[in-house]
C-alpha cells in the first residue's frame, strides 16, 4: 500500500564547511598584501626621513642610514625649525596660501554653477576653455608673466617693488590662474548631481538667480568643496616654481623655500635637512586629517548615481 506514495527526501543537514570560501578569502588576503605593500613603498620616503631626523649625523655617517639606532633626540627638530626660520616663512606662505584657495573656489564655484545649472549658450564650450587651461605647461608662461608682471604697476602699500614682480599678489594670482580650471571641471561635474527638483521648487518660491546659487547649490556642494580645499591647499603650500621665479626678496619667500637655508655652503647636515622636511609636511598632513571625513565624502559622493 505504501508503494505509490512519494516521499519527498530530507533536505541536507548544514555544514560549517567553509572550502567554498577559501578561494575569496586567499583573494582578498592577496588584495590586502598587495595593497600594504604598495602603502609602505610610498611611505618610505617619509619613514626614512623621519628616521633619519631622529639620528646625530655622526652615527649615521659611521654606520649608515639603514643601521640600528644608538641614540634617538629631537634636537634636529628644533636646530630646524630656529635656524631656518621657518616661523616666518610659514607666515608668508598662509599669505599666499589661503587667499588663493578661498578665491579660487569662490570664482569656480561661480562658473561651475553657470555651465552645470544655467542654461546659457556654450557653456560646454565655457567648460572646455577653462579645463584646457590645465593642459597648458606652467614653464612655457615663465617668461610672458615675467616680463608682464614687471610691467604691471602696484600701489606702496600693496607692494614695496611697485609692480607685480616680487610680491605675493603675483604667486596668488598665478596659484588662482592655473588652479580654476580644474576646480570648475570638478564643481561642474558634481553640481550635475544635485536634484533638479530642488531648483525648480525655489524657482516656485520666487528665488532668484543669487539665492538659488548661494542658499541652495553651494550648501549642498560642501563635500565638493572640502575636498577640493584640500587639494589646492596642498598644491598651493608645496608650490616652488612659481615662487622662486617672482619673488627675489628672501624674506617674502614661501616655506617651501626656507629648506635651502638648511644647506651648507660647503657642507650639509642631511639629518638636519630631513627634520626641516618633515615639518614643513606637517601642516599639509593635519590639513588633510582635519577634512579627510569631507575629503573622501567628496570624492565618492554621486559614485552610485545613474
Known amino acids: ?23 575569496a578569502r586567499r583573494g582578498r588576503f592577496g588584495v590586502h598584501a598587495f595593497l600594504l605593500a604598495v602603502s609602505l613603498a610610498f611611505l618610505a620616503p617619509l619613514l626614512l626621513a623621519v628616521y633619519a631626523s631622529l639620528r646625530p649625523y655622526e652615527e649615521t655617517s659611521k654606520y649608515g642610514y639603514f643601521s640600528l639606532p644608538r641614540h634617538l633626540s629631537f634636537t634636529y627638530y628644533r636646530r630646524a625649525f630656529t635656524e631656518s626660520g621657518m616661523g616666518k616663512y610659514f607666515t608668508n606662505t598662509l599669505i599666499i596660501a589661503v587667499p588663493a584657495v578661498i578665491v579660487t573656489l569662490f570664482l569656480a564655484a561661480f562658473v561651475a554653477y553657470a555651465v552645470a545649472r544655467l542654461r546659457i549658450r556654450g557653456s560646454i564650450p565655457l567648460l572646455m576653455f577653462f579645463t584646457a587651461g590645465n593642459l597648458l605647461p606652467q614653464q612655457v608662461l615663465v ?16 607692494s614695496d617693488s611697485m609692480t607685480l614682480y616680487d610680491s605675493y599678489w603675483a604667486v596668488i594670482l598665478v ?22 527638483e530642488i531648483t525648480e521648487a525655489a524657482i516656485v ?4 538667480v543669487w539665492t538659488q546659487f548661494w542658499r541652495i547649490a553651494l550648501p549642498l556642494c560642501r563635500p565638493a568643496l572640502a575636498a577640493l580645499a584640500t587639494l589646492e591647499f596642498t598644491w598651493v603650500y608645496n608650490d616652488f616654481l612659481w615662487a622662486l621665479i617672482f619673488i627675489s626678496d628672501p624674506d617674502k619667500l ?22 626641516g622636511s618633515v615639518l614643513v ?14 575629503f573622501i565624502a567628496g570624492l565618492t559622493l554621486g559614485s552610485t548615481k545613474g
Do not use: E, K
Not at 205 to 208: K, M, R, S, T
Not at 259 to 274: C, P
Open 205 to 208: 518660491d520666487g528665488a532668484g
Open 143 to 158: 617668461t610672458p608673466l615675467y616680463v608682464i608682471f614687471n610691467r604691471i604697476p602696484l600701489p606702496w602699500w600693496m
Open 281 to 294: 609636511a606637517l601642516p599639509t598632513i593635519v590639513v588633510f586629517l582635519l577634512l579627510q571625513r569631507h
Open 254 to 275: 614661501p616655506i617651501t623655500s626656507s629648506l635651502n637655508s638648511l644647506r651648507g655652503q660647503f657642507f650639509t647636515d642631511y639629518n638636519l635637512l630631513a627634520a
Open 175 to 196: 596659484n588662482i590662474g592655473f588652479q580654476l580650471g580644474f576646480c570648475v571641471f570638478v564643481l561642474a561635474s558634481f553640481m550635475r548631481t544635485l536634484p533638479q
Open 1 to 23: 500500500m505504501t508503494a505509490g506514495l512519494h516521499t519527498t527526501p530530507a533536505p541536507a543537514p548544514l555544514t560549517t564547511d567553509s572550502r567554498p570560501g577559501r578561494p
